[in-house]
């Protein structure tokens, strides 16, 4: 704290991963003698740069960009941009914080990393975005690579921003480097289900969380919230494997279809149309109400997927999830539940998937984009899809065993921690005090 001050996210997220690897510490004195919670929590590099840009009236403008490569025992440093307003360092510290147990419970080789910039998206023109990526990649072309680092996306930071960013870094190296991004098209190197991966990972992990627990999704209620890559994934994969999405969100409001909200129509309103979920009344066949201004929580539910953004979901609206008896709750986003949400869903003995297992499945799928470009294969959706459902069940059993191994069953986020700790802790070790 006294060597990074004014950074709340990142603070929250080292004592959220901290509280619970005491045992794995009193375990293996080895750890603490080799100072690995010190160092991890050291990034082994930082990054912040100038992006300089001229908007369509012909103004300058400048925003400040970051890369923050936190860790690489496992793998090149891979983790997404984000391009949102709310972006300091301290947000991409937190969230490259956590991207390394992530990846490491992906039980793939891939280190952790986050980047972005405080850049607004929001009523930008293509001309515009297209100018700022350029930018923004001129200045980080020179950190990243195939076995350096490889950043994807995040909010604000899809496939057409993806697409402008491959193709500066590709003119200003002069290679075409397949494996430098992930999250490209399909025609370019882009890998089959990596935009439905996070949330269908979702989706499946929760499934899988109320299967070990005797329970299903079948003819239960869902509430999503954001509208976004992840939200209308998860959906998808939820209302398949038998569960009814009745409510899901925008940073505008909320909108209620308790016949089961059409993801097609979302899909069309905020993917193609980048419009506000306030439209999907006006244009559902269904009795559809939209609720200006406030939370999705408040929608009786049985699972709860906050797939929005960082602290969306606090005590209150966790009160009032438990009031209305929610079963699971299972992180979409990166940290949406506050800490004292997620205190009293533990307390209530409501399932919680922790983010770092339940939305691993998008940075697992960009890994095996990059296995795809670097064997310049292209897989199909159904082996993909396989690839990703396996990796989900693993994470989850990973997690489960973990948990009753540390004398803590049932217990998802000491399970995560835990394991996603040790492995990076074991190649940490390998590799002496670097
Ligand atoms: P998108 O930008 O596609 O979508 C974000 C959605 O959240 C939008 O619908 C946005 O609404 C909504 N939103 C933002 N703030 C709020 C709020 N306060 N209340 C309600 N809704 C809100 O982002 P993604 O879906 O890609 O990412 C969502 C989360 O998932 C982030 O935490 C991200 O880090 C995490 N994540 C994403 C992965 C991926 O593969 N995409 C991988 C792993 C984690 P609006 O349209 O009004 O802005």
Partial sequence: IERSPAEQEFHQAVETIFDTLEPVIRKHPDYAQAK????????????????????????VQINRGYRVEFNSALGPYKGGLRFHPSVTLGVVKFLGFEQIFKNSLT????GGGKGGADFDPKDKSDNEIMHFCQSFMTE?????????????????????????????????TNRYESGVLTGKGLYWGGARVRTEATGYGTAYFVNEMLSAHGNGLD???????????????AMKKIQELGGRVIACSDSSGYIHDSAGIDVELIKQIKEVERGRISEYPKRSHHNATFVPGRAVWEVPCHVALPCATQN?????????????DVIAVAEGANMPCTPEAVELFRDAGILFGPGKAANAGGVATSALEMQQNASRDSWTFEYSESRLKEIMTNIHANCYETAEEYGRPGDYISGA???????VAEAMLAFGVI
């Fill in 36 to 59: 690995l919670l010190e160092r991890i929590c050291e990034p082994e590099r930082q990054i912040i740069f100038r992006v300089p840009w001229v908007d369509d009236q012909g103004y």
């Fill in 140 to 172: 980080l072309h020179r950190h990243i690579g195939e076995y350096t680092d490889v950043p994807a996306g995040d909010i604000g930071v899809g496939t057409r921003e993806i697409g402008y960013l491959f193709g500066q870094y590709k003119r200003l």
């Fill in 312 to 324: 969306e979901l606090d005590a209150h609206a966790a009160k009032n999830l438990i009031k209305n």
């Fill in 417 to 423: 921690n835990i394991a996603g700790f040790t492995r």
């Fill in 107 to 110: 039980g793939l080789p891939i």
């Fill in 219 to 233: 003819d239960r209620d869902v509430v999503v919230s954001g509208s976004g890559n992840v939200a209308i994934y």
